[in-house]
T-cell receptor, first 111, second 114 residues
Framework: EDKVVQSPLSLVVHEGDTVTLNCSYE??????LLWYKQEKKAPTFLFML????IEKKSGRLSSILDKKELFSILNITATQTGDSAIYLC???????????FGKGTKLTVNP | NAGVTQTPKFRILKIGQSMTLQCAQD?????MYWYRQDPGMGLKLIYY???????DKGEVPNGYNVSRSTTEDFPLRLELAAPSQTSVYFC?????????????FGPGTRLTVT
């Protein structure tokens, strides 16, 4: 059965801290791994990773994929209260367009 | 572009009632999806469609039905609502191109069955 596992499930930090969120996957015919940020409503897209070792970066957020060890990390540096959200990791499934999602990591950034 | 739109935003149903959750996209995307999200459980795929007239079951299809008569619309039908269907429902769409698997999400429908 295809699965995506995220850790930790919940994390509380102070503004300015750096955090690392983890995502491991076991899927058939892997193609890509995606990260989403979910605040109050719909998930919004952050990154799509297809190749190992190539870092994707957007401002204070960055992510990298390791296809040998089957995991990805999402780093957030100098966290701000606006980073508080659920971060979802998803993998393509069975070589198709379908995504299988992890349970998410709930990040709380306190002032 | 409005992107992906969903109606209603909120709904309370009694056990045994039926309803249709509406979803529309104006991005000319081939693929559309319905997910449910329960607290702490991520997103679970209910049904998906790869084009007009073609639908298939996802991970949790029981108690739901879908149709896709046009590229733009993908309604989700609950026939006999049960408390286990209390959840937040998200519709999503994607281009269906291997260069990007990004799915675009609607704002969600919060459904309570009592």
């Amino acid at each position: 059965e295809d699965k995506v596992v995220q850790s930790p499930l919940s994390l509380v930090v102070h503004e300015g801290d750096t955090v690392t969120l983890n995502c491991s996957y076991e899927v058939t015919n892997f193609r890509s791994l995606l990260w989403y940020k979910q605040e109050k409503k719909a998930p919004t897209f952050l990154f799509m990773l297809t190749s190992s070792g190539i870092e994707k970066k957007s401002g204070r957020l960055s992510s990298i994929l390791d296809k040998k060890e089957l995991f990805s990390i999402l780093n957030i540096t100098a966290t701000q209260t606006g980073d508080s959200a659920i971060y979802l990791c998803a993998s393509t499934q069975g070589g198709s367009e379908k995504l299988v999602f992890g349970k998410g990591t709930k990040l709380t950034v306190n002032p | 572009n409005a992107g992906v739109t969903q109606t209603p935003k909120f709904r309370i149903l009694k056990i045994g009632q039926s309803m249709t959750l509406q979803c529309a996209q104006d991005m000319n995307h081939n693929y559309m999806y319905w997910y449910r999200q329960d607290p702490g459980m991520g997103l679970k795929l209910i049904y998906y469609s790869v084009g007009a007239g073609i639908t298939d079951k996802g991970e949790v299809p029981n108690g739901y039905n879908v149709s896709r008569s046009t590229t733009e619309d993908f309604p989700l039908r609950l026939e006999l609502a049960a408390p286990s269907q209390t959840s937040v429902y998200f519709c999503a769409s994607s281009l269906g191109h291997s260069s990007s698997y990004e799915q675009y999400f609607g704002p969600g429908t919060r459904l309570t069955v009592t």
